[in-house]
């Protein structure tokens, strides 16, 4: 939940006919619906009520896909064992993300009685309220009622009423029993399984010494490297030849949801993974024909979290599902070694992962409940078996290292911390780094809320603590630090880079999480003052006093100085290259997105500093915000993509375009480059759905520039081939 926005009127267009949610419920929608087995817990003039209410400050992300649905299975899978009580002390506590508490106990009894209401309850002559406890499983149907697409899982294609019906069909194997019939109708039944069975027959197993010196024809990680560079030495495609970069293949990818991968690349091998569906496929890098693809499930029926990497060691892809297993598969051939439930909580969510020093090392995000059972962790697993050899808990609680961070909040009232970025790793030093996201408490003004928001370095052997660094404790704007921790050597001095939701790029010496030195990148006026000797920033006095209900500006906004497109960093030009956003939003009671100051309404901004001096080198801006990492060559060229379908190839040294070409939706995730027989490829995924960072430009980009809502993708390009 957040303030309002364009987006929060209830309004939306689906197969052309416009829809509100207010009329589905007032006029039954989806009265076929099973009666529930205790009705009246709430009445529909409260219901009516929350329906402005959620209006205000809470449809701006949970019907935008910022933050999950409140209707259909994946609400009743969370929540449906739960309490009326458990569900209202959630949103009167916690809601609106960016300003919890300024919701009265009517307002936010009136919006769960709302929410019940759209889950199909049945509403009654007495009112609910605050200590109402009944489980919600027995108020609502046993299968929600059919929803407009905004309502089931924030922004959908256009028809996606008719897709939806149709996935639904096909996943429940609900087709008409006539296989071309069904084909004709554009009804596939969703199986599971191997769904294309084949083999990569000359892929070689991937061992430590790959990973620390990776080849420069593959790209075997998230960043391309341990250090985080996103950066290859390939140079065949340069300043001087890449406006010539013609299109050489493209893959088709399921449809729906948040599609935000990284393409990985081994021995001529590509794997990518479709978020919709849990599906995972193993291409020709070369000609990108299908070589295997397995179909872990499930499909998904609203707005998750993205899956935005994979991770390759050994013989073995690891695959983080999006219903919190994880799973290895043999990369020859996709089929499962083993898998494992990272976590059984609620909507927890596999989050950042990586391997390091042969065990692979992942993140738990969405655990953002308060529940003991909820405690956010980093944590190691053998790649053999899955089994476990360490966990780092990011949440400090009492007795604990950091446990007095948290005020008087008891154990199960500390939350967030969540690590969803992937992190990165010194091979010498033997640290992995990590960033953790804010807390989610709902408390401010208790303490640093460790470990949040912060910079953690952890032994890779044990787990173990070594240090960590927190630029911004007892966040509350929903500015975290969470993003990539570029390793960089200065000379004898081991650096670490890293920027945040704040936009300002952060220097630590990397073995002893000592602050070095800080640059703002863009415009931002939540601190007033950045301490030279710590690092620790100082909060404005009317954020740091603000009551429910005050409206005061945050810049940057929710949609981060810097989110999760990566920077990438020229080792030969000590250049590090940032997507940066320039926009800013009024919290409280007049909610809104608008240009950040002195921006001249450029949203995008990419900007180059020099890594040694922090002096910037050069600026690129742009009305359309950019939505993946940055990805640079040592042929002198990097590659940027946008909301607006443009991917861009720019002369490292000057930020000067070279190239442009126009893809099929939003290039949205991780470009990446490799060689397959001496040939060099540039590939970018498309894609759409999203967080901040593509809903809130949304809202300022609405009538002036439109997109397909379809088309998720990977592109490959190439230099043309010799005749």
Same mark, same amino acid.
Request: proline share 5%; net charge neutral; glycine share 12%.
């Given at each position: 939940?957040?303030?309002?926005?364009k987006?929060a009127t209830?309004?939306?267009v689906v197969?052309?006919?416009?829809?509100?949610l207010?009329?589905?419920?007032?006029t039954?929608?989806?009265?076929?619906a099973?009666?529930p087995?205790?009705p009246?817990?709430f009445?529909?003039? *409260?219901a009516q009520?929350?329906?402005?209410?959620?209006?205000r400050?809470?449809?701006?992300?949970?019907?935008?896909?910022e933050?999950?649905?409140?209707?259909?299975?994946?609400?009743?899978?969370?929540?449906?064992?739960r309490?009326t009580?458990?569900?209202?002390?959630r949103?009167?506590d916690?809601?609106?993300?960016?300003n919890?508490?300024i919701?009265?106990?009517?307002?936010?009894a009136s #919006?769960?009685?709302?929410?019940?209401?759209?889950?199909?309850?049945?509403?009654?002559t007495?009112?609910?309220?605050?200590?109402?406890?009944?489980a919600?499983?027995?108020?609502v149907?046993?299968?929600?009622?059919?929803?407009?697409?905004?309502?089931?899982?924030?922004?959908?294609?256009?028809?996606?009423?008719?897709?939806?019906?149709n996935?639904?069909?096909?996943?429940?194997g609900? /087709?008409?029993?006539?296989?071309d019939?069904?084909?004709?109708?554009g009804? #596939?039944?969703?199986?599971?399984?191997?769904?294309?069975?084949?083999?990569?027959?000359k892929?070689?197993?991937?061992?430590?010494?790959?990973?620390?010196?990776?080849?420069?024809?593959?790209?075997?990680?998230?960043?391309?490297?341990?250090a985080? =560079?996103s950066?290859?030495?390939l140079?065949?495609?340069?300043?001087k030849?890449v406006h010539?970069?013609?299109?050489?293949?493209? =893959?088709?990818?399921?449809?729906?949801?948040?599609?935000?991968i990284?393409?990985?690349?081994h021995?001529g091998?590509?794997?990518?993974s479709?978020?919709s569906?849990n599906?995972?496929?193993?291409?020709?890098?070369?000609?990108?024909?299908?070589?295997?693809?397995n179909?872990?499930?499930?499909?998904?029926s609203g707005?998750q979290?993205?899956?935005?990497?994979?991770a390759l060691?050994?013989?073995?892809?690891f695959?983080?599902?999006?219903?919190?297993?994880?799973?290895a598969?043999?990369?020859?051939?996709g089929k499962?070694?083993?898998?494992?439930?990272f976590?059984s909580?609620?909507?927890?969510? #596999?989050?950042g992962?990586?391997?390091?020093?042969?065990k692979?090392?992942?993140g738990l995000?969405?655990?953002?409940?308060?529940?003991?059972?909820?405690?956010c962790?980093?944590?190691?697993?053998?790649?053999?078996?899955g089994? *476990?050899i360490?966990?780092?808990?990011?949440?400090?609680?009492?007795g604990?290292?950091?446990?007095?961070?948290?005020?008087?909040?008891?154990?199960?009232?500390?939350?967030?911390?969540?690590?969803?970025?992937?992190?990165?790793?010194?091979?010498?030093l033997?640290l992995?780094y990590?960033g953790t996201?804010q807390?989610?408490?709902?408390?401010?003004?208790?303490?640093?809320?460790?470990?949040?928001n912060?910079t953690?370095?952890?032994d #890779?052997?044990?787990?173990?603590?070594? =240090?960590?660094?927190?630029?911004?404790?007892?966040?509350?704007?929903?500015?975290?630090?969470v993003?990539?921790?570029?390793l960089v050597?200065e000379?004898?001095?081991?650096?670490?880079?890293?920027?945040?939701?704040? /936009?300002?790029?952060?220097?630590?010496?990397?073995?002893? /999480?000592?602050?070095?030195?800080y640059v703002?990148t863009?415009?931002?006026?939540?601190?007033?003052?950045?301490d030279?000797?710590t690092g620790?920033?100082?909060?404005?006095?009317?954020?740091v006093?603000?009551?429910?209900g005050d409206?005061?500006? &945050?810049?940057?906004?929710?949609a981060?100085?810097?989110?999760?497109?990566?920077?990438?960093?020229?080792?030969q030009?000590?250049?590090?290259?940032?997507?940066?956003d320039q926009?800013?939003?009024?919290?409280?009671?007049?909610a809104?997105?608008?240009?950040?100051?002195? &921006?001249?309404?450029f949203?995008?901004r990419?900007s180059a500093y020099r890594?040694?001096?922090?002096?910037?080198?050069?600026?690129?801006?742009?009305?359309?915000?950019f939505?993946t990492?940055?990805?640079?060559?040592?042929?002198?060229?990097?590659?940027?993509?946008?909301w607006?379908?443009?991917f861009?190839?720019?002369?490292?040294?000057?930020g000067?375009?070279?190239w442009?070409?126009r893809?099929?939706?939003t290039?949205?995730?991780?470009?990446?480059?490799?060689?397959?027989?001496?040939?060099?490829?540039v590939?970018?995924?498309? /894609?759409?759905?999203?967080g901040?960072?593509?809903?809130?430009?949304?809202?300022?980009?609405?009538?002036?520039?439109?997109?397909?809502?379809?088309?998720?993708?990977?592109y490959?390009?190439?230099l043309?081939?010799?005749?």
């Amino acid at each position: 939940m957040k303030g309002q926005s364009k987006k929060a009127t209830g309004i939306y267009v689906v197969s052309g006919l416009a829809v509100t949610l207010g009329a589905l419920i007032a006029t039954g929608s989806s009265a076929a619906a099973q009666t529930p087995a205790n009705p009246g817990a709430f009445t529909n003039e *409260q219901a009516q009520a929350g329906q402005a209410a959620y209006a205000r400050s809470c449809a701006s992300c949970h019907d935008s896909g910022e933050a999950p649905p409140l209707a259909g299975g994946g609400f009743l899978g969370v929540w449906g064992t739960r309490t009326t009580r458990d569900l209202f002390a959630r949103i009167k506590d916690t809601m609106p993300l960016d300003n919890p508490g300024i919701l009265s106990n009517d307002a936010a009894a009136s #919006v769960v009685a709302y929410v019940l209401k759209n889950n199909g309850a049945v509403a009654g002559t007495s009112a609910l309220t605050p200590t109402t406890t009944i489980a919600i499983n027995t108020l609502v149907a046993s299968e929600a009622p059919q929803q407009s697409a905004q309502a089931a899982g924030g922004r959908q294609p256009r028809g996606a009423a008719a897709i939806g019906n149709n996935a639904d069909a096909a996943s429940s194997g609900g /087709g008409s029993g006539n296989s071309d019939a069904d084909l004709r109708r554009g009804v #596939v039944t969703f199986r599971t399984g191997i769904t294309v069975a084949g083999t990569a027959a000359k892929y070689t197993p991937i061992t430590d010494d790959m990973m620390i010196h990776p080849p420069a024809s593959d790209w075997l990680m998230h960043y391309g490297n341990y250090a985080g =560079w996103s950066h290859s030495p390939l140079k065949q495609i340069n300043a001087k030849n890449v406006h010539n970069l013609q299109l050489r293949w493209v =893959w088709s990818m399921d449809e729906g949801e948040r599609q935000q991968i990284t393409p990985l690349v081994h021995d001529g091998v590509m794997f990518v993974s479709n978020n919709s569906t849990n599906k995972v496929q193993a291409l020709d890098a070369k000609t990108g024909d299908l070589i295997w693809e397995n179909t872990l499930g499930p499909r998904l029926s609203g707005q998750q979290n993205a899956t935005r990497t994979m991770a390759l060691y050994g013989d073995k892809l690891f695959y983080p599902a999006t219903d919190a297993n994880l799973y290895a598969l043999d990369a020859r051939t996709g089929k499962i070694d083993w898998k494992i439930k990272f976590s059984s909580y609620g909507n927890d969510k #596999v989050g950042g992962m990586m391997v390091a020093d042969g065990k692979l090392i992942a993140g738990l995000g969405r655990c953002d409940e308060r529940a003991l059972a909820d405690r956010c962790f980093i944590a190691a697993y053998d790649v053999n078996d899955g089994h *476990q050899i360490w966990k780092f808990s990011t949440v400090a609680y009492s007795g604990e290292l950091g446990g007095d961070s948290w005020g008087t909040l008891t154990n199960d009232q500390r939350t967030g911390a969540d690590a969803w970025i992937p992190g990165t790793y010194d091979p010498k030093l033997k640290l992995t780094y990590w960033g953790t996201g804010q807390a989610k408490s709902g408390a401010r003004g208790i303490g640093d809320q460790l470990f949040s928001n912060a910079t953690i370095a952890l032994d #890779v052997e044990t787990g173990q603590l070594k =240090w960590y660094q927190q630029p911004a404790p007892d966040e509350g704007l929903d500015l975290d630090e969470v993003f990539e921790k570029v390793l960089v050597d200065e000379g004898s001095q081991k650096i670490l880079l890293s920027a945040g939701k704040k /936009g300002i790029l952060w220097k630590l010496d990397r073995t002893t /999480g000592k602050f070095l030195d800080y640059v703002p990148t863009v415009f931002q006026n939540v601190f007033t003052s950045i301490d030279r000797t710590t690092g620790r920033g100082t909060y404005r006095p009317d954020i740091v006093s603000s009551k429910p209900g005050d409206s005061h500006p &945050s810049c940057p906004s929710p949609a981060g100085g810097k989110n999760w497109p990566a920077s990438s960093y020229d080792a030969q030009d000590d250049l590090i290259v940032l997507p940066l956003d320039q926009i800013c939003v009024t919290s409280g009671n007049m909610a809104g997105n608008y240009e950040a100051p002195a &921006s001249d309404g450029f949203i995008a901004r990419m900007s180059a500093y020099r890594a040694k001096t922090f002096k910037p080198v050069w600026t690129f801006q742009q009305r359309a915000p950019f939505l993946t990492s940055v990805m640079t060559t040592a042929g002198g060229v990097g590659f940027v993509g946008d909301w607006d379908r443009t991917f861009r190839a720019f002369d490292l040294k000057t930020g000067k375009t070279l190239w442009t070409t126009r893809l099929g939706t939003t290039a949205q995730g991780f470009p990446t480059t490799y060689s397959v027989d001496g040939e060099q490829f540039v590939a970018v995924p498309t /894609g759409y759905n999203g967080g901040s960072p593509e809903v809130r430009p949304d809202v300022l980009l609405a009538y002036e520039r439109n997109r397909p809502f379809s088309g998720h993708a990977v592109y490959v390009f190439a230099l043309p081939k010799a005749q």
